[in-house]
């Protein structure tokens, strides 16, 4: 563990408690009120908020980021989030529109999208890939300028983030070309393009992408001559949702900046060695097996996570495959992992105006994170791919 981490969140008690239970645990011992951590129809537990998270300075920034840990920016942003309260409101009643049904191209088609979206970016079409039960709708674009066509297979997808009936959170993803096929860094005009796309749709994103403060920040950080802002994700994350453990590597990018718009979430985040370390640490304890069988991991799938975890290399491969069962539920849903993770020090409470930066230099040097949505509304947030540009 990095000595730099503050422990400013604590784990008041288990699933098992009631909000009464937890909040009164938290007044005995003189902390905030307790928030239950549930995602996707399941809970790790209670937590309080004891100490704010402090700003850390260039070097601090710099160090985490090398060392590919999650970095908190506490407030970082707050006087752009403040400036764009009237876009953000419209951002909410774009998300409820969704929510009550209708169609993502109705919506952009109207006011006040569309003069923003036109003439330069064309709605070609709209389609629903029925093989996808988290789509909602994708939108695809032309660029145009004039007459002539300057790009093509530019797209909006709107989806569900997670397939549990009653977790509401949505993401809107704007990119082009073959989901999941493309190398989508090789094409940088059409990442510029998406990226423009963006902001027609959610304005506020100028939050992130004209920050001086910010961008400074990341060029000394990165070493970098100038950068951009890419492969850009809207979230609106709502109650019993969030995110699962993961990583967001992809070529080309340093790494990703995730802005609190409104609402507030939960995040563990940490380096992919530390992830493992904690796995292998949490396995050698005898209350390990238990705890896994509590979350529905059979004895072949306690015997399958002994043999990863044997090996640092093999446990770090398997981090990274889909088809990975028992080590997926170890990391998401045992509430006494969840609780290593809090006292370890990488639990970190983010509401509007906080940034999170995570570093991205490689599959085996990255930042993992998860997320989970706290209190009783959704919240909007952006979560931007951070790309350095070097003169040659």
Known sequence: MSSELQKTIVYVGGPDLDEAQANAIASD?????????????????????????TSPDVA???????????????????????????????????????????????????????????????LLSSTYDEGDDQEIQTLEFDVMDGEELLAEGLWVKASW????????SLRFRFSF???????????????????EVTECVFPESAVISQNEGLKQL?????????LIYVERIVYFNAPNGGAQMHQDVER?????????VSGSTLWFALSKAE???????????????????????????????????????????????????????????VPEFARQLIEAGYASLLSAGDVMLLPQQGIDH???????????????????????????
């Open 177 to 195: 070309g073959l989901v999941g096929y493309e190398d989508v860094a090789a094409d940088y005009e059409r990442q510029l393009y998406a990226a």
């Open 275 to 333: 992830l493992i370390s904690e796995i292998q640490a949490f396995m050698a304890q005898n209350i390990a097996q238990a705890a896994l069988a509590r979350c529905q991991v059979s004895s072949d799938g306690w015997a399958l996570l002994q043999d990863w975890v044997a090996d640092a290399s093999t446990l770090s491969a398997m981090l990274d495959e889909r088809d990975n069962e028992p080590l997926d539920v170890l990391i998401n849903q």
């Open 218 to 226: 990341l060029l000394e950080v990165l070493s970098a001559d100038d």
């Open 161 to 168: 983030l997670s397939y549990e009936d009653e977790d509401t």
């Open 29 to 53: 011992n003189g902390w905030g009120a307790a928030v239950v951590l549930g995602r996707r129809g399941y809970q790790v537990g209670w937590v309080s908020e004891v100490a704010p998270v």
């Open 60 to 122: 601090e920034v710099s160090a985490r980021w090398q060392a590919a840990q999650g970095i908190v920016l506490p407030g970082f942003l707050s006087d752009g989030v403040r400036a764009s309260s009237d876009d953000i409101k419209l951002a909410q009643a774009l998300m409820e529109r969704v929510l009550a049904g209708d169609e993502v191209a109705d919506v952009l088609e109207g006011a006040p999208y569309a003069d923003r979206l036109q003439p330069k970016y064309e």
């Open 252 to 260: 080309g990018h340093a790494g990703v900046v995730y802005l609190q």
């Open 366 to 392: 990255c930042a993992w994170h998860c997320v989970y949505c706290v209190g009783g509304e959704s919240g909007e947030a952006l979560s931007f791919a951070i790309r350095g540009l070097n003169k040659v």
